[in-house]
């Protein structure tokens, strides 16, 4: 992937030196983050496991801007941020969906901001073919009360990726949904991110999630003073199968030394809540069911959504595609 990436595109995230200081009513600032570094090339997922309170959420909302740094820098596609912006789509646990809004037009929200250019029905078509992509073609008109949690996630996940950023930020997407739910979506999304290549960063607590779907894995020191303490090659070639993945001669390895980085975090006093690892029967046993609940991420069609979707054209022409 790196040969033909600009040098850029190498360091199209770069995460320099970060530094978070939280005020403490008590006495001093908190230091919460102290020296995190993290280079990510154009179109990586990288997962951030840690133990709970470590600082993940705090690195993720820096990046998105939405948290003020302390100290260092964060740049992505070669300039520095100051604040949120379209190119930064964040996903948090709960999907913040508005409620007196149908799925369609909590996406156009986002759509209509982003393509202020395209018509009416050019904006409605991105809405639509991300929505079917995440499995909601059936539900452009359910309003958030008529759809389950996993189908409300499903509609902030199209919300976000229906910008087109250039990193999406994934807090925990999966936090509150069932095995099952949880699983379907994680290929939901690794399918959008193998066909759209967009950079992402994904905290999980799941060992296994972090496996099945980053190239590399962060795992952050105990804080606080938390920093990278680790990154870990996930060798398998995308587009990933759940199935080839877990009957992979490394995958043991791999979830060892996480477990080992964990565990020795733990060790130095790391905080009391464990990273979920709780899952692996399930994992096992779900694989199975997992292959016949697959959603097909429908053809893309239509010139507008091709258009759109023409990543080439946005990078040239600056935040706006041409056509749309
Ligand atoms: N706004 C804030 N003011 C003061 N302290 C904060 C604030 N936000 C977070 N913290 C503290 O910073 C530390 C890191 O919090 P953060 O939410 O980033 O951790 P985390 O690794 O994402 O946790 P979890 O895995 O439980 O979601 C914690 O000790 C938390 O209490």
Request: glycine share 8%.
């Amino acid at each position: 992937m790196h040969k033909t990436l600009t040098p850029t595109d190498r360091r199209y995230v770069e995460i320099f030196n970060l530094t978070k200081a939280y005020p403490n009513p008590y006495g001093e600032a908190v230091r919460v983050i102290d020296g995190f570094n993290l280079v990510m090339p154009k179109g990586e997922v990288v997962s951030i496991i840690g133990h709970s309170g470590c600082g993940k959420s705090t690195v993720l909302t820096m990046l998105a801007g939405l948290n003020e740094t302390s100290g260092g820098s964060i740049a992505v596609a070669g300039r520095e941020i100051s604040g949120p912006g379209p190119d930064r789509a964040v996903v948090f646990q709960a999907p913040c969906l508005l409620p007196w809004m149908t799925s369609l037009q909590n996406v156009l929200l986002g759509v209509d901001r982003v393509y202020p250019h395209g018509t009416k029905a050019e904006r409605r078509q991105i809405a639509e073919y991300y929505l079917s992509a995440v499995g909601l073609a059936d539900s452009l008109h359910k309003f958030p009360r008529e759809m389950s949690g996993g189908m409300q996630q499903r509609v902030g996940i199209a919300r976000a990726i229906a910008l087109k950023p250039r990193v999406l930020l994934l807090d925990e997407p999966f936090g509150r949904l069932d095995s099952l739910t949880r699983m379907d979506l994680q290929e939901v999304i690794l399918r959008v991110l193998d066909r759209e290549r967009i950079t992402t960063l994904l905290i999980t607590h799941d060992i296994d999630e972090a496996i099945f779907m980053s190239d590399r894995v962060c795992m952050m020191t105990s804080g606080p003073k938390a920093r990278v303490g680790k990154l870990l090659d996930i060798p398998f070639e995308r587009p990933r199968d759940r199935a080839t993945v877990l009957e992979h001669s490394s995958y043991y390895d791999l979830r060892v030394e996480l477990v080992a980085f964990l565990e020795e975090q733990d060790h130095r006093g790391g905080k009391s809540k464990q990273p979920r690892d709780d899952n692996w029967d399930d994992t096992m046993h779900l694989v199975e069911a997992m292959s016949a609940t697959q959603h097909d991420v429908p053809a893309l069609q239509g010139e507008a959504v091709a258009s759109h979707l023409d990543s080439g054209s946005r990078e040239q022409g600056g935040r706006r595609p041409q056509r749309v």
